[in-house]
């Protein structure tokens, strides 16, 4: 199985590498990888502070870390911070973070990688998130007597570490010291394969959200557009939801305004955008059109603050590879709404649709159906709002959890 292993982590190294003619995110993906030894060797070679290291495979992941992240870089501020990404969109959006001395793309989960990569940076914990669970990189940490830990992690029982073919990758779960997972049957299925050192932390994804809350980030422009007006803002659209919301915006144009953060920023998405709606559209990089009644969002990054601009909300991907981040939208106590086909596997998806927080809708007559019955009876909004606003508060305190246990291996 290690052959097996090594062998298609091989082939996915070609295949990125075959589509760097042709394909920006996997140009960035190997390009970003050149030479990387050479440049940790170069921040590591005379560093005499002790390093943490916190893996995350993109953005979504980095940010349900983040709050476990800054936690303890406040209570120890004499470490270093070390923190790497898989994908380019995680990398590309958060290599200047503050928050972090060293940021680095994470070199391929290789034996010989792994043992390099551990021996320069020479970490005295590592905290991997959510679904990271690279074999060599967890062995390597283990027979180097380094502490991993894996947070917001969260298990069903399709997974290959549960089935019976699953030896090899129980394997490297059995590399972590402890796992912080988000629930119940997480714990059980671990059970099930011998792993004890677990603890229902719950997702960090809750207190990162509510953070951001707290900060009250204004963005002017947006504050423009909004002025006194009914805003439906709409995240990670994909072009599926456009075919959704496109109809919905223009039968509702005179009544509300509209603020699209697309998932993708390409100039081909906007222009889809833009001739798939009957109304004034401005772009947020060219906004000076405050009278237009959709604000389009060309860049990355700013999302989670903007719906805080909204009175209604719609999260995209679940017409198609999977729901995106509701939270940042519910934390602002707003109805959410998002696509019917792939958002079962969310857990705060399906129990805020069962609270009547959130609405999971096939098309544009759901859609307009649901909204409706929010306007035209105003205790159905007000009791949506409650819900999406008390379910995030009940659902805080995952990162003192695991703040707490770090504490007692940094201050050994």
């Not at 959510?130 to 502490?147: C, G």
């Not at 035209?376 to 990162?399: Q, S």
Request: positive net charge.
């Amino acid at each position: 199985m290690h052959l097996f292993y090594s062998l298609s982590i091989q082939i996915l190294r070609l295949g990125y590498y075959l589509a760097t003619s042709f394909h920006p995110k996997a140009r960035l993906f190997v390009n970003g990888r050149k030479n990387i030894f050479t440049r940790l060797q170069s921040d590591f070679s005379n560093l005499t502070s002790k390093c943490i290291w916190m893996h995350c495979a993109s953005l979504g992941e980095f940010e349900q870390g983040r709050p476990v992240l800054e936690a303890i870089r406040k209570e120890f501020p004499a470490h270093k911070i070390l923190l790497t990404f898989f994908s380019p969109s995680g990398y590309e959006v958060r290599k200047h973070y503050a928050g972090a001395d060293f940021i680095y793309y994470l070199p391929w989960d290789t034996s010989r990688n792994a043992n390099r990569f551990v021996e320069i940076t020479r970490p005295v914990l590592a905290i991997f998130v959510k679904y990271e669970f690279w074999h060599y990189y967890t062995s390597t940490l283990r027979q180097n007597n380094i502490p991993l830990l894996s947070i917001s992690s969260i298990f069903r029982a399709r997974q290959s570490f549960f089935k019976w073919y699953g030896g090899f990758f129980r394997t490297t779960l059995k590399n972590f010291n402890h796992f912080f997972v988000q629930n119940e049957q997480s714990i059980r299925l671990l059970q099930r394969i011998g792993i004890t050192s677990v603890t229902v932390a719950g997702d960090t994804r809750f207190d990162r959200v509510h953070e951001i809350t707290r900060q009250g980030k204004v963005i002017d422009i947006v504050e423009k557009f909004k002025g006194t007006e009914r805003v439906f803002v709409v995240g990670s659209l994909w072009p599926e939801d456009l075919e959704v919301l496109a109809p919905f915006i223009n039968e509702h144009k005179q009544s509300l305004k509209f603020i699209i953060a697309p998932h993708e920023i390409s100039e081909s998405i906007l222009q889809q955008i833009e001739e798939s709606i009957e109304a004034p559209c401005v772009r947020f990089s060219n906004a000076h059109n405050m009278e237009a009644v959709v604000l389009i969002i060309d860049n990355i990054g700013m999302l989670s603050a903007l719906y805080r601009y909204g009175e209604f909300a719609y999260v995209g991907g679940a017409l198609g590879k999977g729901l995106h981040n509701i939270l940042e939208a519910a934390c602002y106590g707003v109805p959410v709404f998002f696509g019917n086909k792939n958002y079962e596997k969310f857990k705060e998806a399906t129990e805020l649709i069962m609270r009547g927080g959130a609405f999971a809708v096939s098309g544009f007559s759901e859609l307009e159906a649901n909204y409706e019955l929010m306007v035209n009876r105003p205790e159905n909004f007000l009791l949506a709002c409650e819900v999406t606003k008390a379910y995030i508060k009940e659902n805080l305190g995952a990162t003192e959890k695991i703040v707490a246990y770090c504490r007692k291996l940094l201050t050994v």
